[in-house]
């Protein structure tokens, strides 16, 4: 099992700057693919952005590409997410996501992951 915890949250104004981190405890010996997705009111869980256990494969969803990064720092059980130029249609609470690696599936359904964070709420003000 693993516990993921995300921080990092907050309110900020339009074209402003936040830095999530997701920190992973428990069973963190395996390797984990992770991911990060968010949910607005009213609307679905939607993917963001992923990372393999070796960081080759990276995925940004359209929505966000080129303002928001992804990252992780395996040495800190730790993924990262960069939000820059942030717009308030970012605003939602974002999940921090985990799944023991396998090359061979894709990381932008959430469907892929079996561990799941809290959520840390996002907000971003006009």
């Known amino acids: 099992q693993v516990q993921l915890v995300e921080s990092g949250g907050g309110l900020v104004q339009a074209g402003g700057s936040l830095r999530l981190a997701c920190a992973a405890s428990g069973r963190t010996s395996s390797s984990y693919d992770m991911g990060w997705f968010r949910q607005a009111p009213g609307k679905e869980r939607e993917f963001v952005a992923a990372i393999s256990w070796s960081g080759g494969r990276i995925y940004t969803a359209d929505s966000v590409k080129g303002r928001f990064t992804i990252s992780r720092d395996n040495a800190k059980n730790t993924e990262y997410l960069q939000m820059d130029s942030l717009k308030p249609e970012d605003t939602a609470v974002y999940y921090c996501?985990?799944?023991?690696?396998?090359?061979?599936?894709?990381?932008?359904?959430?469907?892929?992951?079996?561990?799941w964070g809290q959520g840390t709420q996002v907000t971003v003000s006009s």
């Open positions: 996501a985990a799944r023991l690696t396998a090359w061979y599936r894709g990381l932008q359904q959430s469907g892929e992951y079996d561990y």
